[in-house]
């Protein structure tokens, strides 16, 4: 069980707009920078949004990501059947025992 | 165009020493802020941290596993080895070789290999 929550699964239509959300603690969520990372089947992870909010070149400008407190979520508008994919939060912990940390993905099914 | 190619056992025995290599192209580790790094996934569960190296040989190890893994670089064949000792059934997973260009960053990565699954199993 990961200390950063996510829901273990979503879905959505076409076109719709799409929340995930990774809830976590002061020491880890509430205190450090959240990254997000999709994961297309049977492909490796890709960067979708670091820092927060701030997408690398390629990535289109229907993702998004915010945070508030011990929450993070990234928003994904107009919903494609492409975006069908695992999505894991991470951020750093700041525990003795801290490090990287890992949500435990959300799996995201478009109908 | 920057890839990474994880090569090794794909079956090891418990208490065997795991050594990974990863192969890379598309960036030197002789440039300053390049770093190559290893996170693996078990079946089914969440993305784990291992460990990275900086182009200036500077680096970091996972706090629950640094008593067990040691990662090296060959900048000239662009390769980078992980070492994990003491392997256990706990960590069979697929073991991903990623990039990143920012120091000191260690959730920025960017891209990954495709991943090799290693089982641990007597």
């Known amino acids: 069980q990961s200390v950063l929550t996510q829901p273990h699964s979503l879905s959505g239509t076409p076109g719709q707009r799409v929340t995930i959300s990774c809830s976590g603690s002061?020491?880890?969520?509430?205190?450090?920078?959240v990254y997000w990372y999709r994961q297309l089947p049977g492909m490796a992870p890709q960067l979708l949004i670091y820092?927060?909010?701030e997408r690398p070149s390629g990535v289109p400008d229907r993702f998004s990501g915010s945070k508030s407190g011990t929450s993070a979520s990234l928003a994904i508008n107009g919903l494609r059947s492409e975006d069908e994919a695992d999505y894991f939060c991470?951020?750093?912990?700041?525990?003795?025992?801290?490090?990287?940390?890992f949500g435990g993905g959300t799996s995201l099914t478009v109908l | 165009q920057i890839t990474l190619k994880e090569s090794g056992p794909t079956l090891v025995e418990p208490t065997q020493t795991l050594t990974l290599t990863c192969n890379f192209s598309?960036?030197?580790?002789?440039?300053?802020?390049?770093?190559v790094g290893w996170i693996r996934q078990p079946p089914g569960k969440a993305l784990e941290w291992l460990s990275v190296?900086?182009?200036?040989?500077?680096?970091r190890y996972s706090p629950s596993l640094k008593s067990r893994i040691t990662i090296t670089k060959d900048t000239s064949n662009s390769q980078v080895v992980l070492t994990i000792a003491n392997m256990d059934p706990v960590d069979t997973a697929t073991y991903f070789c990623?990039?990143?260009?920012?120091?000191?960053?260690?959730?920025?990565?960017?891209?990954w290999g495709q991943g090799t699954l290693v089982t641990v199993s007597s």
């Open positions: 990623v990039h990143t260009a920012q120091y000191f960053d260690y959730l920025w990565w960017n891209p």
């Open positions: 598309g960036f030197s580790l002789r440039r300053s802020g390049a770093g």
């Open positions: 190296i900086y182009w200036n040989g500077d680096r």
């Open positions: 002061n020491s880890n969520v509430g205190s450090n920078f």
């Open positions: 820092r927060n909010s």
């Open positions: 991470a951020t750093w912990d700041d525990s003795l025992s801290g490090g990287v940390l």
